[in-house]
């Protein structure tokens, strides 16, 4: 069975500082991973999959087999991007839609 | 391209109830996912249905099922309703592109069972 774990709930930076959200799993496939967020009052959306290896919103995540890592990074934190962010894994090689997600991490980016 | 719909919004049901949700993916999507989200539990999966066959089932009770349309819409009924069945249940269509793959979530019901 696949597992993702988010090990920080809360998560409060500054304006303009760095920013990581960790995100771990356990799979024993090839996993297709994503991190998906939520603003308030907004459905949840796509914010990128590790499978296109593109930067959305200046925020980037790369998948990390040897870790079992998809710690999501961005270099300078907007107040914008203030959001619950889930970690999510996906079976690979599958035509299934089944997500496993993470327990989510609220991002609070600070004036 | 309009987006995910589900009906209704909110709920309020009684303990024993049943109750039933609705779902209209996004056109041309055949995959239907349904997750339950609670502040304890997180987004679990519930089923997912692709061409109105049961596709995948997550770790649910048998008093939670679904069924899916030839339109692709899809519902998702519970029987005898719990006080922790209280959720907000998500759906969520997808397209069968693997590398452009994503899941595309509704708005949500809020169900309230009392």
């Known amino acids: 069975a696949q597992r993702v774990t988010q090990p920080e709930k809360l998560l409060s930076v500054f304006k303009g500082a760095p920013v990581e959200l960790k995100c771990n799993y356990s799979y024993s496939g090839s996993p297709e991973l994503f991190w998906y967020v939520q603003y308030s009052r907004q459905r949840l959306q796509l914010l990128l999959r590790?499978?296109s290896r593109e930067s959305i919103k200046g925020f980037t995540a790369d998948l990390n087999k040897g870790e079992t890592s998809f710690h999501l990074k961005k270099p300078f934190a907007q107040e914008e991007d203030s959001a619950m962010y889930y970690c999510?894994?996906?079976?690979?090689?599958?035509?299934?839609?089944?997500?496993?997600f993470g327990e989510g991490t609220q991002l609070t980016v600070n004036p | 391209k309009a987006g995910v719909t589900q009906t209704p919004r909110y709920l309020i049901k009684t303990r024993g109830q049943q109750v039933t949700l609705s779902c209209s993916p996004i056109?041309?999507?055949?995959?239907v996912s349904w997750y339950q989200q609670t502040p304890g539990q997180g987004l679990q999966f519930l089923f997912e249905y692709f061409s109105e066959t049961q596709r995948n089932k997550g770790n649910f009770p048998g008093r939670f099922s679904g069924r899916q349309f030839s339109n692709s819409r899809s519902e998702m009924n519970v029987s005898t309703l719990e006080l922790g069945d209280s959720a907000l249940y998500l759906c969520?269509?997808?397209?069968?592109?693997?590398?452009?793959?994503?899941?595309?979530f509704g708005p949500g019901t809020r169900l309230t069972v009392t």
């Open positions: 590790h499978i």
């Open positions: 999510a894994l996906r079976r690979g090689g599958t035509s299934g839609s089944r997500l496993t």
């Open positions: 056109s041309g999507h055949r995959s």
């Open positions: 969520a269509s997808s397209s069968l592109d693997r590398v452009r793959y994503e899941q595309y």
